[in-house]
């Protein structure tokens, strides 16, 4: 039997999905295209990679994401239909049908001007509805942006989009998403707002417009702190073919100070609106776009002020300073490499690289200061007291959980960076924290749909198999038993068997008509049913057979069900009319009124007075007989006196 989250081809997922293929993979999901049974439409089931499904972390931002976009409806934004309850981790999504916009820009970038504008206002319409209800997308970037065929398209993955800010994440410092698309603020871990997605957006208008992101890197880290300190190149010198007010818009968008870049969807809109008009943009756009443009390349740090996370970048700044001779360059480009390092470690910037990523996503934090701090060794303490404590040294705490045999629940297993290594304060520091020995409680999941119940034993690490049985109690699809039964402790990755009701045995109901009531009863019993009602009625069937039936023969019927009958009491009878000593004329009249069919014989009489009269009938008058039967007369017909 296959368990109900068998996303193999063909296989039925959540007892609900048909699942037609596999669509693609990202960073911690892979995406089918299944048939919704239930609907009978296509959609996109977003499923939770194995090596997640035990991870808290993960499983909390990929429920988060569902969250966020469930509450969202519109055009532009891919509808969540459904999804997993109780932890184990899939997303049912609209299934849009077309190629993510990075394979467009793989294919066909640069894009023309006029083109990147149409897809960048798609995308700010569906912002603005974001926003407004308080979700920012966090991950905008071209592999979410699915585009159809008739040029419309819609944005996936309100990802990592947080309503109102998660306390854990915040306090953690903490921020995933991908490196080439993070607003600076976004990589410094700091608060984000709309402006951060204005600022994914603006990257992605720039490697529409011209093929490349505008930072590339050889790892997370670098390209994270590149968005933090580094101009990008010119639109326009990349593509010349973009106009400069386009430029300025992107550019704009790609201030490194939210202040200073469009404060909502609809800003931006417009003035990307006006570009296409070929209308003038405004001053302010004009300045700041230049301002980010002049951004001085970073000056050659000192060991010292690496020490110092980047302040937000001066709004104008003198032009790059130029090396004097080939030795002192040789030389700053050495500082320049050890003042990344430094301030990659300053800045706390850890990249977790998770699984097969490849490093596109990163874990970021900045400081603000410049003395460095001892990692204190704080196993053994619990998550309070070693929070407490690393707080109090100015340190910001990533909290991780994980199973442990030897650590009791809700102590400090491990941290990391190790204890003794000296960071700058506001380093982010991960506590290990244990949830105790690596066993799950069953829990109890009788009486629930198995789709329910199999979500809430998977996101225990359990895997599920069900089998099938009917059951007069429990409604189909529910779960009448499970074994192991609940509070038993298994390790986690065991099989919990779940026995689902398929409902109510039934039985065919046998054909009865024509017998009479005992062969009908016994055939009923036989069948497993009884016998029912029972009606009699006149019908031209021998008294005591069954006319009908109901339910009709062949339909099913649950076990022990009844079958009402319908009994022939023989045909509807009728009071013979007495039409002795009647003339004949009188009585076939009489005869035919009652509804009986006059048969008339004669008979010789010697005697004039019973000529013509009916000298006896059959059947006697007073009987009964059914109607338009024969009642045969004797008429008397007079031959004249005998001798
Ligand atoms: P990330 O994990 O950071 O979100 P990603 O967006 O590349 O990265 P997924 O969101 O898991 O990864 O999506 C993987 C692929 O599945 C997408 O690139 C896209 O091709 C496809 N896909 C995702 N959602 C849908 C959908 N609703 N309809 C059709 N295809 C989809
Ligand atoms: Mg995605």
Redesign the pocket.
Known sequence: MTTPMDTSDGALFAGRYRIIRR???????R?YLAQDESLHREV?I?VLADRHSDDPHFIERFQREARAAARLNHPNI?QVYDQSQGGMSYIV????EGE?LKDLIRRESPLDPRRAITIALQILAALRVAHQQGVIHR?VKP??I?MQPDGKLKV??F?IASAGGDTEMTEAGSIVG?AQYLAPEQARGLPVGPPADLYALGIVLYEMLSGRVPFEGDSAVNVALRHVQEAPEPLTERNPLVPVALESVVMRALAKDPRQRYQSADEMGIELDQVRQGLPISDETAVIGAATLAMARPAPPTPAETMVAPPLPPREAGPPRTPANPNRRRLWILLIVLGVVLLAIAAGVFAFTRGDTGGGTTTATTTTTSALVEIPDLTGQTQAEATAALKALGLAVLITKQASADVPTGQVIAVRPNPGGRVPPGTTIELQISTGPNVVAIPSVQGSAVGTATAQLEALGLLVSTVEDVSDSVAEGNVISQAPSAGVEVKPGSTVTLTVSSGQQTTIVPNVAKMDIANAQNTLIAAGLVLGAQTEVNDAAPAGQVVSQDPAAGTSLPAGGSVSVVISKGPATTTVPSVVNQARGTAEATLSSAGFTPSATEQATTDPAQDGIVISQDPAGSSQRPQGSTVTIVVGRYTGSTG
């Open positions: 669509l693609g993979q990202g960073g911690m999901a995406v996109a977003k891919v999504q609209e299934y849009v993510t991950d592999q979410n699915l996936a993955d990802g991908t």
